[in-house]
């Protein structure tokens, strides 16, 4: 019993250190969606001459 509760302490330990790791990061999908948004936006607002 006492070795199931140190497991289940684990994994919760575990579970709220990647939940605080993970909210100090910046996801790697934002950052390239955020890259996409710029990248798209500066394509389409070149002028091109006549």
Do not use: Q, Y
């Not at 684990?10 to 990647?18: I, L, V």
């Not at 948004?37 to 001459?49: K, L, N, S």
């Amino acid at each position: 019993m006492k070795r199931a509760l140190w497991m289940i302490g684990g994994f919760c330990a575990a579970a709220a250190g990647f939940l605080v790791w993970d909210s100090r990061r910046t996801p790697p999908v934002e950052l390239l969606a955020h890259r996409l948004e710029a990248a798209w936006a500066d394509h389409h607002t070149v002028v091109e001459p006549n």
